[in-house]
């Protein structure tokens, strides 16, 4: 309640509250995305030691994509096994 009552003297703190907890959420949410979406982060060595592995090359895992022609034009490239 305290919180509340400065926020309303003070309004114009409020977007600077805003803004300061959005990035705080995004600084906590970011990692997990990155845990779950990227396959060169391992977690769990024993089940799967080698992730990246699994990546198809018409697959993208980039957050921000500035080329998706690339990866669509990779679909029907062979894929070689080492």
């Known amino acids: 309640m305290v919180f509340v009552n400065f926020m309303r003297a003070n309004p114009a703190l409020v977007p600077l ?9 995004a ?11 990227h396959p060169e982060i391992q977690i769990d060595r024993k089940n799967n030691p080698f992730p ?3 990546v198809q090359q018409h697959q993208n895992i ?7 022609e690339f990866y669509e034009s990779r679909r029907n490239m062979k894929t070689f096994t080492y």
């Open 52 to 54: 990246w592995l699994h």
């Open 27 to 37: 600084a906590v949410t970011y990692p997990f995305y990155l845990l779950r979406t």
């Open 62 to 68: 980039k957050l921000i994509n500035a080329a998706p």
């Open 17 to 25: 509250f805003v803004f300061a907890g959005g990035g705080c959420v």
